[in-house]
T-cell receptor, first 111, second 114 residues
């Protein structure tokens, strides 16, 4: 079946630091890959997505590249801000209705 | 309003109560979903509706009963819940159920069962 594994948190960074959250997946077929973000007290928001191999999704300074050879979709941001503090979820969708989510990584950015 | 809205945002209920969660999407989408988010567990898909027909029931206990009267509204009827059902219940919608389609989430209903 499909599964997503992302690095465990929590991750604590200082402002302007570089952020990487690793995500690897197992899937049948040709999955689409997503990163969602959940700010405190809110629902999930789509951050970026990629629907085929070698695609790069980007939004709000975040980037992730769909790597089929390593089955990975790592999230990166070059310079984080306090407002980036949130829980980040990697997810995939392959051949069925379900989004399979990773466990989530809590990121805290200190001023 | 735009996007996906959910009411109520917070709900406390006893095990013998009956309550309903409401979700409304203003995006013109044809597919809607209920997810459960429990502490320290990945999000779990509960139900999927496509064009008002249920297409997925992910082994959810019968004390949870979904209803989709039209493509814009989705309900989750709750009765005789257990304390372990306390969680954040998220509604989502997408244009259709194809793999590449993005699901857009509402803010969730935080449910506490006493």
């Amino acid at each position: 079946g499909n599964s997503v594994t992302q690095m465990e948190g929590p991750v604590t960074l200082s402002e302007e630091a570089f952020l990487t959250i690793n995500c690897t997946y197992t899937a049948t077929g040709y999955p689409s890959l997503f990163w969602y973000v959940q700010y405190p007290g809110e629902g999930l928001q789509l951050l970026l997505k990629a629907t085929k191999a070698d695609d790069k999704g980007s939004n709000k300074g975040f980037e992730a590249t769909y790597r089929k050879e390593t089955t990975s979709f790592h999230l990166e941001k070059g310079s984080v801000q306090v407002s980036d503090s949130a829980v980040y979820f990697c997810a995939l969708r392959s051949n069925d209705y379900k989004l399979s989510f990773g466990a989530g990584t809590t990121v805290t950015v200190r001023a | 309003e735009t996007g996906v809205t959910q009411t109520p945002r917070h709900l406390v209920m006893g095990m013998t109560n009956k309550k309903s969660l409401k979700c409304e999407q203003h995006l013109g989408h044809n597919a809607m979903y209920w997810y459960k988010q429990s502490a320290k567990k990945p999000l779990e898909l509960m139900f999927v509706y496509s064009l008002e027909e249920r297409v997925e029931n992910n082994s959810v206990p019968s004390r949870f009963s979904p209803e989709c009267p039209n493509s814009s509204h989705l309900f989750l009827h709750l009765h005789t819940l257990q304390p372990e059902d306390s969680a954040l219940y998220l509604c989502a919608s997408s244009q259709n159920t194809q793999v590449v389609e993005t699901q857009y989430f509402g803010p969730g209903t935080r449910l506490l069962v006493l």
